[in-house]
């Protein structure tokens, strides 16, 4: 049985080498990246995919060049500008994630009416993780925790309850997640919701990836052997159509010791 699957999770990288490729300045790769986004929104609608996560902007990316920075947020705001009309209409929820207290006033208040334009919206959850880092989320979390349990320790904290205050809290874990452009890593992207996530890399730089390359990682997915802690036996002999494809479903972390 193919694994199940509702949400995917992007890292969009190679538009710099794109535009480098092509002679062209790297503003243009973005552009390009920006419109290959609203078309892997409209793939995704199409194979009716539930949850997508876009990292658009990590909270690293304020070290590249001043005008490259300008030129991102530019394009963020535009995308807001032009695209969520249509979002309305066609059932797309919009979400950002992140530090959203850095980004001009004009850009955070577009996110904010976004957000609640779309806010009924249950077709596709599109999320957009700009000024996000995975390291900023856990220990936002924790602290949220924290505030709203003043007198408990972190002793009392759990896997579960910490999920709670993360900013991906009402969206599952993802159980697929793409780099394009060629590197292998996270670059502090969600660090605590990929814990068990199906990592596909391929060499694509993101404004060349395509319905079918979405397709092929897809089919790639639906091959893989989701253990869970488990071994292949015990997949094997009942466990395989668990789909266990959060943490939160999946067994207790450390299962109490059976000791006779
Ligand atoms: C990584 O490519 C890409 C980014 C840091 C920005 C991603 C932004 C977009 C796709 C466009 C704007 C987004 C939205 C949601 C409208 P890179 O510049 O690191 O490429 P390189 O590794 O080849 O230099």
New binding site residues.
């Given amino acids: 049985m193919a694994n199940s699957l509702q949400h995917i999770a992007i890292i ?7 535009a ?1 490729q092509r002679l062209l300045p ?1 503003t243009v ?2 552009v390009k ?2 419109s ?2 609203r078309q892997m929104v409209k793939n995704f609608s199409d194979l009716n995919l539930k949850y997508l996560t ?5 909270s690293e ?1 304020w070290r590249r060049p001043a005008e490259e920075v300008s030129a ?1 947020m530019n ?2 705001l ?2 807001l500008e032009s695209e969520v009309a249509e979002m309305k209409a066609a059932g797309i929820r919009l979400r950002v994630i992140g530090d959203r207290s850095a980004f001009a006033p004009v850009l955070q208040s577009r996110i904010d009416q976004a957000e609640q334009e779309t806010a009924h919206n249950t077709r596709l959850h599109l999320t ?1 993780a ?1 000024n996000y880092g995975g390291q900023w989320d856990v220990l936002n979390a924790m602290r949220a925790w924290q505030n709203a349990y003043p007198n408990k320790n972190l002793q009392d904290m759990d896997a579960a309850a910490l999920s709670t205050y993360l900013s991906t809290a009402d969206l599952p874990d993802p159980e697929l997640l793409i780099r394009t ?1 060629g ?1 292998s890593r996270i670059s502090n992207f969600l660090l605590w919701q990929t814990a068990y996530t199906e990592l596909y890399f391929t060499e694509t ?2 404004p060349d990836f395509d319905a079918a390359a979405l397709k092929k990682a897809i089919s790639w997915y639906e091959h893989r052997v989701r253990r869970f802690g488990r071994t292949d036996e015990q997949v094997v002999q009942g466990h395989a159509g668990d789909n266990l494809g959060t943490l939160n479903s999946a067994p207790p972390l450390v299962p109490p010791l059976n000791i006779s």
């Fill in positions: 969009m990288d190679g538009n710099g080498r794109w480098k790297r790769g973005h990246g920006a290959n986004v876009l990292f658009a902007f990590s990316n991102l394009l963020f535009q995308y957009i700009a452009g590197e730089h993101w």
